[in-house]
């Protein structure tokens, strides 16, 4: 599997799973229904974790434009891979949400709440405030890519022992600075998912929040950037 296959491949299932855990819960008639924000945070971990284990040894398992750019940042990925990697990223998201659609697509129907379907494939603020929204977005992506560029440090890419570790990262970040805009922390993961909700004919959907977009986009760039810095400083 070359890094672009594996790259889309391993974003596509971290978008299955975390997607799906949320869809699990919000949508109505689930089995997983109303069982709260630990679930939610725990079913992203393990999403996190199999798109890593699995991916790792043909790409490094970067399953984020964050983690991408801090690593070009930080010369521990070449520069002119960048954005090949971001596009299998953000194709990946894009087929992962789409399955998630397809799994959940009689629970869709029988969910009224149009924010509920959004909340599915995209983040939305708990308080609306652009700008602390974007500030919490980019404090947990820096949390993200520090713990990350450690975990990986000396190396160059994440490998499958890194899975675990990165997994529980997310499920700390998730637990305690999720509330306040739902920790895109990756701006694949947003965003494809959101542009998959734009293009389905999902029934009684809203719009897809184009408005707040670019703060999960961002704040996660920024964020990384941000990280890629500091680790810097303290090398």
Same mark, same amino acid.
């Given at each position: 599997?070359?890094?672009? +296959?594996?790259?889309?491949? !391993? *974003?596509? @299932?971290? #978008?299955? @799973?975390?997607?799906?855990?949320?869809?699990?819960?919000?949508?109505?008639?689930?089995?997983?229904?109303?069982?709260?924000?630990?679930?939610?945070?725990?079913?992203? +971990?393990?999403?996190?974790?199999?798109?890593?284990?699995?991916?790792?040894?043909?790409? %490094?398992?970067?399953?984020? =434009?964050?983690?991408? $750019?801090?690593? +070009?940042?930080?010369?521990?990925? /070449?520069?002119?891979?960048?954005?090949?990697? $971001?596009?299998?990223?953000?194709?990946? /998201?894009?087929?992962?949400?789409?399955?998630?659609?397809?799994?959940?697509?009689?629970?869709?129907?029988?969910?009224?709440?149009?924010?509920?379907? &959004?909340?599915?494939?995209? *983040?939305?603020?708990?308080?609306?405030?652009?700008?602390?929204?974007?500030?919490?977005?980019?404090? /947990? *992506? /820096?949390?993200?890519?520090?713990?990350?560029?450690? $975990?990986?440090? =000396?190396?160059?890419?994440?490998?499958? &022992?890194?899975?675990?570790?990165?997994?529980?990262?997310?499920?700390? $970040?998730?637990?305690?600075?999720?509330?306040?805009?739902?920790?895109?922390?990756?701006?694949?993961?947003?965003?494809?998912?959101? #542009?998959?909700?734009?293009?389905?004919? #999902?029934? %009684?959907?809203?719009?897809?929040?184009?408005?707040?977009?670019?703060? =999960?986009?961002? %704040? =996660?760039?920024? !964020?990384?950037?941000?990280?890629? !810095? #500091?680790?810097?400083?303290?090398?």
């Amino acid at each position: 599997m070359n890094s672009f +296959a594996a790259e889309l491949f !391993g *974003t596509a @299932l971290l #978008i299955l @799973l975390g997607d799906g855990v949320v869809a699990n819960v919000v949508l109505n008639k689930t089995k997983g229904g109303n069982s709260g924000w630990i679930v939610i945070t725990l079913g992203w +971990a393990m999403a996190v974790f199999t798109g890593v284990f699995c991916t790792a040894k043909y790409s %490094g398992a970067h399953l984020s =434009p964050a983690v991408t $750019i801090a690593l +070009a940042a930080t010369e521990k990925f /070449a520069w002119s891979k960048v954005a090949s990697y $971001i596009i299998a990223q953000l194709l990946g /998201a894009m087929l992962g949400a789409l399955l998630v659609w397809i799994c959940y697509k009689q629970h869709f129907d029988n969910t009224p709440e149009a924010d509920n379907k &959004l909340g599915v494939f995209c *983040t939305i603020p708990a308080i609306r405030n652009p700008f602390y929204n974007l500030l919490t977005e980019i404090i /947990a *992506t /820096a949390v993200l890519i520090l713990g990350v560029l450690y $975990i990986v440090s =000396p190396g160059v890419a994440l490998g499958s &022992l890194d899975a675990l570790p990165v997994a529980l990262l997310v499920l700390g $970040i998730g637990l305690s600075l999720g509330g306040p805009t739902g920790y895109a922390i990756n701006p694949a993961r947003d965003l494809g998912p959101r #542009i998959i909700h734009f293009l389905l004919p #999902i029934s %009684g959907k809203r719009n897809s929040d184009w408005s707040y977009a670019w703060v =999960p986009v961002i %704040g =996660p760039i920024i !964020g990384a950037l941000l990280a890629a !810095g #500091i680790y810097t400083w303290l090398q």
